[in-house]
């Protein structure tokens, strides 16, 4: 019989929040097979909430937040392929083909692709020089450069969810003229309410930078030394350097190769299996059934990617885990620290919290059951919003808005 | 220079010396198990919860208030509690011993 060391590896296909994470996953399970690790990405694999946030607005190298030191990778004895694009997945003999036409047979696989930034179809856009999405080490080291060479750089930035404000925040303490557009009527309206967009609109705003809503890009051309951004509404501005934070694509077509069940990303089981049983997918590129609010859902968190990164290591070491996590996410603009916990699709009813001018927390509601909490400055309030949802204590709506009464999960309990 | 001792919960022992940077980044960068980082240091994920040995508490000093909130989502709080990467690395801490939290 083949032992467990000289099977061929359980392959995972991309290293970044959620490859990296169950490939040390499976060690502290125990798995004593060969593991390996592929990315297309050379770098060594790095933290991407930082790209956005302290990477971009400091002088800092992409090595100082790195995913693991190379070191541990060796320890664990975790191989890592760095610069390699896997073309395709031949589920049948169960081997990779590389996009170089090499085989790399696997025993299990797990698909870690996440997912690539998304590019709006604007006339134009492809064409311009000074384009740079948010998703790469290569992207933020593009845009730094772009920036320290201009002297009074202009920056329009395309976008207004989390992604597309931390870098107007970013941009902005670089000394660089931010313009940020965004198509909805209102900032972040794919991912909270109302009360939430207006006070980061109004932040932004305090801060000098210049932000449109219901502006759609029509058309961008090169004018000169710089590029010229058509809007909807019939006006126009100049840009030096275009952002686009417009959303994400998932990257599927790998697992479409495979012919896995897709929908609205790669379907996976609770163990994070897929429609093949060699084959598990995790993060970004995953669409999952959440237990506690009883649908399928796709997050692009790296709470998600890690902890789905656990529960299929451990299901791979042939244990039954089930993935029922709390989502959680935050995310740091100037000096605000927003953080939330739950989901807040569905609400019928929000609650706002204020403890002071820059710390409040909204909390979502649907037919009296809290749903999700948004804490602004306030980590109390996403403690124990974490708390009462985790544990579906019911809360009393009316005592939830009083900041007199104090932010315990006693205390805003209902009594029924 | 401080001498920085990890006790991980399969108690591995893994002992250390550093001049800068935060409990969690040594952690991470040595490869202690249970030191996770997940947030990246900023005291949003919980996943770097160590115990500090009773007699370095004194010198580490108590949780600041983000971090006491924070380790109350976790249910193995105690007194000698602290998120890693909320706690500077300075030459006072030479010595100190750390135990992994569950
Ligand atoms: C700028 C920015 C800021 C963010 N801020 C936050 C935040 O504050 N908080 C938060 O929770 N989340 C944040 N996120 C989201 C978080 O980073 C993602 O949810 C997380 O990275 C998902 O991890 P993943 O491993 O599933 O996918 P990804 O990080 O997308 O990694 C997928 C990897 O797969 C590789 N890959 C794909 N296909 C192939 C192939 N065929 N062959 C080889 N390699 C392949 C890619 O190169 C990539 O490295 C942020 C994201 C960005 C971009
Ligand atoms: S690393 Fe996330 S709380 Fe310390």
């Not at chain 1, 790195?66 to 070191?71: F, N, Q, V």
């Not at chain 1, 998703?135 to 450069?145: C, K, L, S």
């Not at chain 1, 506690?292 to 692009?300: P, S, T």
């Given at each position: 019989?083949?032992?467990?060391?000289?099977?061929?590896?359980?392959?995972?296909?991309?290293?970044?929040?959620?490859?990296?994470?169950?490939?040390?996953?499976?060690?502290?399970?125990?798995?004593?097979?060969?593991?390996?690790?592929?990315?297309?990405?050379?770098?060594?694999?790095?933290?991407?909430?930082?790209?956005?946030?302290?990477?971009?607005?400091?002088?800092?190298?992409?090595?100082?937040?790195?995913?693991?030191?190379?070191?541990?990778?060796?320890?664990?004895?975790i191989e890592l392929?760095?610069?390699?694009?896997?073309?395709?997945?031949?589920?049948r003999y169960r081997y990779l083909r590389l996009a170089d036409g090499s085989r790399q047979p696997y025993h299990k696989l797990v698909l870690a692709t996440g997912a690539r930034p998304l590019f709006p179809p604007v006339p134009g856009l492809g064409q311009v020089p000074g384009v740079f999405p948010l998703?790469?080490?290569?992207?933020?080291?593009?845009?730094?450069?772009a920036v320290l060479k201009q002297k009074k750089c202009r920056a329009v930035i395309i976008g207004g969810g989390y992604i597309g404000l931390e870098t107007a925040a970013s941009l902005h303490k670089l000394g660089v003229a931010v313009t940020l557009l965004e198509k909805e009527s209102r900032l972040l309206s794919r991912v909270t309410s109302p009360r939430m967009s207006d006070y980061f609109c109004e932040l932004h705003q305090r801060h000098g930078v210049a932000i449109h809503t219901g502006r759609q890009v029509t058309a961008v051309a090169q004018k000169g030394n710089s590029t010229l951004v058509c809007t909807n509404d019939g006006s126009t501005c100049e840009a030096d350097?275009?952002?686009?934070?417009?959303?994400?694509?998932?990257?599927?077509?790998?697992?479409?190769?495979?012919?896995?069940?897709?929908?609205?990303?790669?379907?996976?089981?609770?163990?994070?299996?897929?429609?093949?049983?060699?084959?598990?997918?995790?993060?970004?590129?995953?669409?999952?059934?959440?237990?506690?609010?009883?649908?399928?859902?796709?997050?692009?968190?790296?709470?998600?990617?890690?902890?789905?990164?656990?529960?299929?290591?451990?299901?791979?070491c042939d244990k039954q885990p089930t993935y029922n996590a709390l989502p959680w996410f935050w995310s740091d603009q100037y000096d605000v620290k927003l953080q939330m916990t739950g989901l807040?699709?569905?609400?019928?009813?929000?609650?706002?919290?204020?403890?002071?001018?820059?710390?409040?927390?909204?909390?979502?509601?649907?037919?009296?059951?809290l749903l999700a909490v948004d804490a602004v400055n306030c980590p109390k309030a996403y403690v124990v919003g974490t708390r009462l949802i985790r544990e579906r204590i019911p809360v009393d709506a009316s005592k939830l808005g009083n900041a007199l009464i104090p932010l315990k999960p006693e205390a805003l309990r209902s009594d029924f | 220079m401080a001498k920085i001792t990890f006790i991980t919960r399969e108690n591995e022992t893994i002992t250390t010396e550093a001049a800068a940077g935060t409990i969690m980044e040594l952690g991470v960068r040595q490869g202690v198990r249970g030191i996770d980082g997940d947030c990246g240091g900023v005291c949003s994920c919980a996943t770097c919860h160590v115990h500090v040995a009773p007699e370095y508490m004194a010198i580490v000093g108590p949780p600041g208030d983000i971090e006491s909130d924070m380790l109350e989502l976790n249910d193995n709080v105690t007194e000698y509690s602290r998120l890693g990467c909320q706690v500077q690395i300075t030459e006072d801490l030479d010595g100190l011993v750390l135990h992994v939290a569950r």
């Open positions: 019989m083949q032992s467990v060391t000289d099977q061929p590896p359980v392959c995972i296909v991309g290293a970044s929040h959620a490859g990296v994470a169950c490939a040390f996953a499976l060690r502290h399970e125990g798995y004593a097979g060969p593991i390996l690790l592929l990315d297309q990405d050379p770098h060594l694999p790095y933290q991407r909430p930082p790209l956005s946030k302290v990477l971009l607005a400091e002088p800092r190298a992409i090595g100082d937040f790195a995913l693991k030191p190379r070191e541990a990778y060796d320890k664990e004895n392929r760095l610069g390699v694009r896997v073309a395709a997945i031949e589920s998703r790469t080490a290569a992207d933020i080291e593009g845009i730094r450069e350097l275009i952002l686009v934070g417009a959303g994400i694509v998932v990257n599927t077509e790998l697992a479409a190769t495979a012919g896995l069940t897709l929908d609205n990303g790669i379907r996976v089981d609770a163990t994070a299996r897929t429609s093949d049983g060699h084959i598990y997918a995790i993060g970004d590129c995953t669409s999952h059934f959440n237990p506690h609010y009883g649908r399928y859902i796709r997050l692009e968190s790296v709470q998600n990617a890690v902890d789905q990164a656990k529960v299929a290591a451990a299901a791979l807040s699709q569905g609400y019928d009813d929000t609650v706002v919290r204020t403890e002071g001018p820059d710390s409040f927390s909204v909390w979502y509601l649907k037919e009296g059951e | -």
